[in-house]
């Protein structure tokens, strides 16, 4: 899986194999499961529009070239791409998951897709709580629909304070648990009516049935700016955009 066109200071992979990953590994099932369909269903149920917000999330973070990136949570990699774009051929840009299916997509994705900048990329198979990479390595750092699926938010975001340089910044977009009851409801309605039917047609009512249960479960955009603060981090900012159904939390060290 990984890539070699350069050497980014890896710690010991078996820290990966030793954490957390019995514990998460129903969540780790379930985006193997999905992988085959995620990208087209993105596609369809957001009408491309998962595109503009990923976009967003990459400018909040401040990625420019020659940066040394880190997107956490890649799946099958849309904010990694986007990330090697900015980082250009004398950047680097780690994309790193739990879920092999997820990652196998994404390696198959950058061999098709033969853009030289996507040589920078190195894909990496590991646990976003519990980084193997060195204190203060990167410059931005981005996650995209990723911190509500680890089982410990609290600990992702210590672990991201500790692998960026100081004054870099986190950009970590994602469904917003909104305040606002008929967004709320709006976002329920939809995942009712329209997620959850569709993926019945791909035999996945269950794992996109998950997505509602996530959302409740998440923190709204205040407490996401406490957890932040909380880990460390001098700056925190929660913004809500795509009406409101989506949130992108930018956090400095
Ligand atoms: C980007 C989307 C889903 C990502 C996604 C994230 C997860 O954590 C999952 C977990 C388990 C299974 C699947 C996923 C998963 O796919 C798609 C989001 C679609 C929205 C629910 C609906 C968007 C509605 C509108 C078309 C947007 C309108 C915006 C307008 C500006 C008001
Ligand atoms: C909804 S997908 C998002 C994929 C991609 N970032 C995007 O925006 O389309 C969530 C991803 O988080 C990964 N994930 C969840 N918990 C993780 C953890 N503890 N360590 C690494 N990856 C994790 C899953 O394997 C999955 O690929």
Same mark, same amino acid.
């Given at each position: 899986m990984r890539s070699l066109q350069f050497s980014v200071p890896?710690?010991?992979? +078996?820290r990966f194999k030793r954490h957390s990953v019995r514990c998460a590994s129903d969540r780790q099932q379930l985006f193997n499961r999905i992988a085959p369909v995620y990208d087209n269903l993105n596609d369809l149920l957001s009408l491309g529009q998962h595109r503009i917000w990923k976009r967003m999330a990459v400018s909040w973070s401040g990625a420019k070239t020659g940066d040394s990136l880190l997107d956490l949570c %890649?799946? +099958?990699g849309d904010l990694t791409f986007l990330m090697s774009e900015k980082a250009g051929a004398d950047g680097k840009v780690i994309g790193l998951d739990f879920s092999k299916e997820q990652l196998s997509i994404a390696s198959s994705r950058q061999y098709l897709l033969s853009?030289? %900048?996507?040589?920078?990329i190195e894909w990496v198979e590991g646990d976003a709580l519990d980084l193997p990479f060195s204190n203060g390595y990167f410059d931005a750092i981005t996650m995209g629909y990723g911190l509500r699926n680890v089982v410990d938010k609290r600990r992702a975001m210590q672990e991201m304070f500790r692998v960026l340089k100081p004054g870099s910044r986190v950009s970590i977009l994602d469904f917003n648990k909104s305040m606002q009851p008929f967004t709320a409801l709006f976002q329920e309605w939809m995942i009712d009516n329209v997620v959850v039917p569709t993926a019945t047609v791909y035999g996945l009512a269950k794992e996109y049935q998950y997505l509602k249960t996530s959302i409740d479960e998440f923190l709204t955009g205040k407490e996401l700016e406490k957890l932040a603060l909380d880990a460390g981090f001098s700056y925190a900012r929660h913004y809500e955009i795509g009406g409101g159904l989506m949130g992108n939390l930018v956090a400095a060290r």
């Open positions: 890896l710690l010991p992979t +078996s %890649c799946g +099958s853009k030289a %900048c996507y040589n920078n």
